[in-house]
């Protein structure tokens, strides 16, 4: 973890959100340079456009040769909402496909400051609605939609899950998460720091992408504050100990049990926040994405079961401390 940090802050500094954001982005999308993974063989990539209500929606579709079963996951990438792409993200898109042997169908969404909330959160829900209306338009046969989200794509499907629950679909079999972000409204004032991930940095992205700062309040935005989680997918989420964002996903957690949703919880010990660039040089790192990758296409073939699950938590340590 220690390299991996000196090689991600050598590209993206610390301070990087004090710069302009386009010279941001410029430095936010030379990660694959730096981390570079190539695409696992046996996948069948394009890219496609889906109506949306704002002009069309830029999406990437990974197909597996022999998927496993009927079944599609739909993916949003980690950036603080502002700074990535397609490109930036490729490759984990591509190996949730390979791994899980699901088709992946990964959302370019708008990005803030110049398309703040609700536009990504739009953006995601058109896709989604097209994947259930419309499947073959993406290659794939009718089936299950799983929601996968990384940090703030973390944040989008569980806001799309809401989304569902409350506008009478479509129906979200399960959801799958990596270090979300659940509440922006506890970074107004300040907050923890973290590597590669300070308070600094949540501040500046959380202002771009809320611009009325009564956003930061809405069940969309911060749902750990003003949300009811009853009726949700189950879920599972990847978390890690030195993490600002780890108490996201510990309190989401709790909630969704509160609310008797299946979820199971893994805070993965000695990790940062949204540790997938480090997968290869990191083992750690590469097994948490593996156990992550494999319970989200358990949960996606489990959701034609009419069994009853109990609520489940496990964690990879016991609770932390901050």
């Known amino acids: 973890m220690t390299e991996f940090i000196e090689m991600f802050t050598s590209r993206v500094p610390d301070d990087m959100f004090t710069l302009p954001i386009e010279e941001q982005r410029r430095l936010y999308r030379s990660l694959p340079d730096v981390f570079v993974y190539p695409r696992p063989p046996g996948l069948r990539v394009r890219d496609a456009v889906v109506p949306g209500p704002d002009g069309d929606v830029p999406v990437r579709i990974y197909l597996p040769d022999r998927p496993v079963a009927a079944g599609v996951l739909c993916y949003a990438r980690g950036d603080g909402f502002c700074l990535g792409d397609l490109e930036t993200h490729d490759t984990v898109a591509a190996e949730l496909a390979d791994r899980t042997g699901h088709p992946v169908v990964s959302v370019d969404v708008r990005s803030a400051p110049e398309h703040p909330f609700p536009a990504a959160v739009h953006d995601v829900r058109a896709v989604v609605e097209a994947l259930a209306d419309r499947p073959e338009r993406f290659g794939v046969e009718p089936g299950p939609i799983g929601l996968v989200g990384d940090s703030s794509g973390g944040n989008l499907m569980v806001a799309n899950c809401l989304l569902a629950r409350d506008r009478g679909g479509p129906r979200i079999a399960c959801h799958g998460l990596v270090s979300p972000v659940l509440d922006f409204a506890r970074w107004q004032d300040d907050g923890p720091d973290a590597p590669i991930l300070s308070s600094g940095e949540m501040r500046f992205y959380a202002s771009c992408y809320a611009r009325d700062p009564q956003d930061l309040l809405d069940p969309l935005v911060s749902p750990l504050r003003t949300a009811r989680f009853d009726g949700l997918p189950p879920a599972t989420i990847l978390a ?77 340590t016991d609770s932390p401390t901050q």
């Open 240 to 316: 890690t100990q030195l993490d600002s964002l780890r108490q996201d996903s510990v309190d989401y957690a709790q909630r969704l049990i509160e609310a008797g949703v299946r979820v199971e919880l893994r805070v993965e010990p000695g990790l940062v926040h949204a540790p997938l660039r480090a997968r290869s040089m990191c083992p750690a790192a590469a097994r948490a994405w593996t156990d992550f990758c494999a319970s989200v296409g358990r949960l996606l073939r489990q959701a034609g079961s009419a069994a009853a699950h109990p609520p489940l938590v496990t964690q990879a």
